[in-house]
T-cell receptor
């Protein structure tokens, strides 16, 4: 079974621009979560989608948004980019999104904001 | 909310020795504790997990122990090998947060040949 895939793997943007990242979960998985990973803050939860609905949200500003499609693929959007948004953005999928369900990560998208 | 602490931040061991990484959590409602291994340039990989109704779980050279009373859990790696070198993260979650895992800051393990 193919793992979680994320595109693109690397992205360079300038301040003020917006960016869209894509995630394809493991086949059959319906829950997709997004995390931001930085050296200073570590791994931080952004939001989780299940059956096209956002179920949980972390403490990030409204510039960070996402959506999920009927095939469970998910996109994450960041508007008005800031230098501090430079990070590795990780997507994770799980079967049903219930608490205690195993979560599998993709390789991440490395975003650099100049 | 939940807070997860992890120690040590770096750990160097000789090949063949054991390595132990410890985590503590703050929310007594947390009931699922996975461990992830992250190699350079890759996403975190789930290596073992434990639920709150179990005190210990083992998978070959890797084991995890959980002390619910003290609210801490540990990762034990025996007979370490150079390929075990990576950053290890512990995490905690509970029914209140669903798939929102709270991660520890990570431990960089170096296995010296």
């Amino acid at each position: 079974k193919a793992g979680v895939t994320q595109t693109p793997r690397y992205l360079i943007k300038t301040r003020g621009q917006q960016v869209t990242l894509s995630c394809s979960p493991i086949s059959g998985h319906r829950s997709v979560s997004w995390y931001q990973q930085t050296p200073g803050q570590g791994l931080q939860f952004l939001f989780e989608y299940f059956s096209e609905t956002q179920r949980n949200k972390g403490n990030f500003p409204g510039r960070f948004s996402g959506r999920q499609f009927s095939n469970s693929r998910s996109e994450m959007n960041v508007s008005t980019l800031e230098l501090g948004d430079s990070a590795l953005y990780l997507c994770a999928s799980s079967l049903d999104g219930l608490a205690g369900t195993k979560q599998f990560f993709g390789p991440g998208t490395r975003l650099t904001v100049l | 909310g939940e807070n997860v602490e992890q120690h040590p931040s770096t750990l160097s061991v000789q090949e063949g020795d054991s390595a132990v990484i410890k985590c503590t959590y703050s929310d007594s409602a947390s009931n699922y504790f996975p461990w992830y291994k992250q190699e350079l340039g890759k996403g975190p990989q789930l290596i073992i997990d434990i639920r709150s109704n179990v005190g210990e779980k083992k998978d070959q050279r890797i084991a995890v122990t959980l002390n619910k009373t003290a609210k801490h859990f540990s990762l034990h790696i025996t007979e370490t090998q150079p390929e075990d070198s990576a950053v290890y993260f512990c995490a905690a979650s509970n029914d209140n947060y669903g798939q929102n895992f709270v991660f520890g800051p990570g431990t960089r393990l170096s296995v010296l040949p």
